[in-house]
């Protein structure tokens, strides 16, 4: 858990902001919560970790002033050239309104989940990603409006129980590569 929480830790976002925050969950109560929420998806209470990816609900002075700042104990004497670089994304992200910051900090949620992905195949542990879930009820049973937060996806991570696993001996189906792919050489 801890390798792939890292992934998702070091996964890139745009000008390195990170607007999100990311919740594992173990707790068999709050899972249960949650899958009440989630259209009572027993992946949710099946799983060993619920990951909750929530974004900001918007840009603020101060959630970009903490990154200049973190920048600025990890490379010291690169402040003038954060200032400079950051006060212009301020001066373009901090007009625009709530929803359009939101759901720029949403997208990026997604970066870190396909590095979550990523992390956990390498793994060979099992994940699911979710969508459909009633955000607001997540949003509720977390408080993230509190923290000015609001849920994206979720994410089961586990081990399959391959007795019961009916898809397991089955061929992965996908689009052909052919049907996919435009290579444009």
């Given amino acids: 858990m801890a390798r792939i929480v890292e992934a998702i830790r070091m996964a890139p976002t745009s000008s390195g902001l990170q607007p999100f925050h990311l919740f594992v969950i173990r707790n068999a109560e709050l899972k249960s919560k ?3 929420a989630a259209n009572a998806k027993d992946l949710v ?8 990816f929530a974004a900001f609900d918007t840009y ?12 600025a104990v990890e490379r010291p004497g ?12 301020k001066a373009s992200y901090l007009p625009r309104p709530d ?20 992390a956990a195949a390498e793994l060979e542990v099992d ?29 089961a ?7 019961s696993d009916w898809l397991l001996p089955l061929k992965k189906v996908r689009t052909p590569a052919y049907d996919l792919v435009t290579d444009l050489n």
Avoid: C, W
């Fill in 78 to 89: 690169t402040e003038a050239a954060l200032d400079t670089y950051y006060d212009t994304l």
């Fill in 45 to 52: 209470t099946d799983s060993s970790h619920f990951l909750v």
């Fill in 127 to 155: 994940s699911t990603p979710m969508e459909g879930v009633d955000n607001a009820k997540f949003d509720e049973i977390l408080g993230l409006k509190d923290k000015g937060l609001k849920s994206v996806v979720a994410l």
């Fill in 157 to 163: 991570l586990g081990t399959r129980q391959a007795e």
């Fill in 34 to 36: 949650l899958k009440a």
């Fill in 60 to 71: 603020t002075e101060a959630r970009i002033d903490a990154v200049v700042a973190r920048h």
């Fill in 99 to 118: 929803d359009v910051n939101f759901d720029h900090a949403a997208r990026q949620t997604y970066n870190a989940l396909g590095f979550a992905l990523a």
